[in-house]
C-alpha cells in the first residue's frame, strides 16, 4: 500500500478465494434486512470480487460496482462483465458516485472505509443514492494486530462508523463482530 490507498498493482490479492471465507457473503447477507433488491450500489469494489456473489441475491438486477481506479474498472470490464453483465463497472471520483438520487436498494463497502479521506462525504453520497427502507453495510479490519490488512493506525472502531452513519441520518445501526478479522456495520435509511 501507497500511504492509505490500495495499491492497483497488487490487484490479484483482491481475487484470492480465501476472502470469501474471512468476509463470506452469506453471512452479511443474512443480517441486512432487504428482500429481493433490484440496484446494489459496491462502492470501492476493485475486481468486483463481493459484487459476483452478491449478484445472487437481486431480483435480476444490476450491481453498480465502483471503484475510483481506471485500472480496477477497466480489469472488470474485460474480467468480469463478460460473464456477468449485470454487474456494470463504474468509475466513481473520490467523494461522488455517479448515480441519480434514491437509485440503490443496498449499498455495500467492504474493506473500504480505512482508505477513505472524507468518510463523511462519502456516507453522505451513499443515503443519497439510497432509496428509502434501504440499507448501507460497512465491512472493514477489526481495530488489532494482525498479519494482514492495513497498518492499524488507520483502521477504525465499529463504533466511529457508527457514530459517521447516525451522523449523516442514518437509522437501526448495528455492530456485528464475529467474525475474526473485520467487523460488519449495517444501518437504514428509513
Avoid at 482508505?115 to 427502507?133: G, M
Avoid at 472502531?157 to 447516525?166: T, Y
Wanted: net charge negative; glycine share 4%.
Amino acid at each position: 500500500m501507497t500511504g492509505k490507498k490500495f495499491d492497483p498493482q497488487k490487484l490479484h490479492r483482491l481475487n484470492n478465494p480465501r476472502r470469501l471465507l474471512d468476509i463470506p457473503p452469506e453471512y452479511i447477507w443474512n443480517k441486512i434486512n432487504i428482500e429481493r433488491p433490484e440496484v446494489l450500489v459496491d462502492i470501492g469494489a476493485g475486481t468486483g470480487f463481493f459484487s459476483i456473489p452478491f449478484l445472487k441475491y437481486t431480483n435480476n438486477g444490476r450491481i453498480f460496482a465502483c471503484d475510483t481506479s481506471a485500472v480496477m474498472i477497466q480489469w472488470m470490464l474485460e474480467n468480469v462483465c463478460p460473464q456477468y453483465p449485470n454487474i456494470v463497472p463504474l468509475q466513481m471520483e473520490k467523494n461522488a458516485v455517479p448515480l441519480e438520487d434514491g437509485i440503490a436498494d443496498l449499498v455495500y463497502m467492504i474493506n473500504l472505509h480505512h482508505e477513505l479521506d472524507e468518510q463523511e462525504t462519502i456516507l453522505k453520497e451513499s443515503f443519497r443514492i439510497l432509496k428509502d427502507n434501504s440499507a448501507i453495510v460497512i465491512v472493514d479490519y477489526k481495530r488489532e494486530n494482525m498479519s494482514e490488512g492495513p497498518p492499524v493506525h488507520i483502521r477504525c472502531s465499529p463504533e466511529q462508523v457508527r457514530d459517521q452513519l447516525l451522523g449523516v441520518g442514518f437509522k437501526n445501526v448495528n455492530i456485528f463482530t464475529e467474525l475474526p478479522k473485520h467487523f460488519l456495520v449495517v444501518a437504514e435509511k428509513s
